[in-house]
């Protein structure tokens, strides 16, 4: 026997949308929950049986930035019982386990898409190497002050800092600096609680300028694994700026998003504008450059037959660079309300394969 199964969390988004256009496609997928897993697994695919699972990511239970790295370990565990769970049985993907695992690593991630020749958002992380040496500035908070030295150095002004494990804009922080004048301004969604002092991410972004504040919460994040990058301009539409999030499904870009925002950081929870990527007139060559560095992206990453790309147009120039991948980036709501095209397409690649071992 031969079954559809999406192992995700019941009454989400992702779920509804995904079962919506399963139907449509007249696929006959079961939802596993994720509370029900293992065990749930191992009684519908028992050995001699073949299954073809869609991979949800599970439901964070913290906004605590400081427990995020063991909630991301957590979750590769998972991914790995699901590896394990798949050798000894005829089990297909649409996303391989070991293909999203890939994907949490940003800086990972980051560092083979380079090795391939894909202009990525460069990192700005030689600091990593002078942690042992005191720091020239902000001495209460040394992490900080040798970022602040190596941007100095590099004639770097502003950069993002964020956790190399989070999605959804989690712990975010957008630093400008200007050595001259010694001013610096910091946009983060991240805030240290009343009450427990923890450093949790909220939906609001927020700019501070006093260095004290900066400093501490600046810090913090840099206790954690995190990734620096250039903050380059990005490219303007109407007074916004905007970066895209494109999905590529079986090597063709189904979908590509423009998020408009006033601020730096241009999560669309964030109240900031999305807008169908055709809407903003660019050059037919800048959509080419985009769609072609979008597919050899996910040609990187042969297990993961649909991958969720976000994609920065440096301002002036509109060079395409990619800022992130990401294996399970596939709901767009501008989508889901709409054609929901992205769902369906993954639920005919899940019938296509039923259809090929009744």
């Known amino acids: 026997m031969s079954r559809l199964i999406l192992l ?179 946009y983060t969604c991240g805030m240290e609680e009343t009450g427990t002092g923890r450093l949790v991410n909220t939906k609001r972004l927020r700019r501070f300028t006093d260095r004290e504040r900066i400093g501490s919460l600046t810090e913090r994040l840099l206790e954690l694994d995190c990734i620096v990058e250039r903050w380059y301009p990005k490219a303007e539409h109407e007074g916004f700026s905007y970066d895209l999030r494109a999905v590529v499904q079986d090597g063709e870009t189904d979908f590509i998003l423009a998020r408009l925002s006033k601020g730096p950081v241009t999560n669309l929870h964030l109240n900031n504008h999305p807008l169908k990527a055709r809407n903003l007139g660019l050059p037919s060559q800048v959509t080419e450059s985009v769609e072609d560095i979008c597919r050899r992206a996910a040609a990187c990453y042969p297990a993961l037959r649909s991958v969720g790309i976000d994609v920065l147009l440096e301002r002036g120039s509109l060079r395409p660079r990619i800022i992130e991948m990401n294996g399970q980036g596939d709901l767009i709501y501008q989508d889901i309300y709409g054609e929901n095209r992205i769902y369906t397409k993954q639920a005919r690649m899940m019938r296509q394969w039923i259809m090929q071992n009744v």
């Open 8 to 186: 995700g969390s019941p009454g989400t988004k992702r779920t509804s949308y995904f079962m919506k256009g399963a139907a449509r496609a007249g696929a006959d997928v079961e939802l596993l929950d994720w509370e029900d897993f293992p065990q749930g697994l191992w009684e519908r695919v028992p050995e001699g049986e073949r299954a073809f699972l869609k991979i949800d990511p599970p439901q964070w239970g913290s906004c605590c930035l400081g427990e995020l790295d063991g909630l991301v370990r957590e979750y590769e565990g998972k991914l790995k019982e699901l590896e394990a769970f798949g050798r000894g049985r005829e089990l297909c993907f649409l996303n391989a386990p070991d293909g999203i695992r890939a994907l949490l690593d940003k800086r990972r991630c980051k560092r083979r898409l380079l090795q391939a020749g894909i202009p990525v958002t460069e990192e700005v992380e030689p600091w990593e190497e002078e942690k042992d040496r005191p720091a020239d500035d902000m001495g209460k908070y040394p992490l900080l002050g040798r970022l602040m030295e190596t941007m100095a150095k590099r004639r770097i002004f502003q950069v993002f800092i964020k956790p190399n494990f989070g999605s959804g804009a989690a712990g975010v922080m957008a630093l400008r600096y200007e050595p001259a004048r010694g001013e610096m301004a910091l």
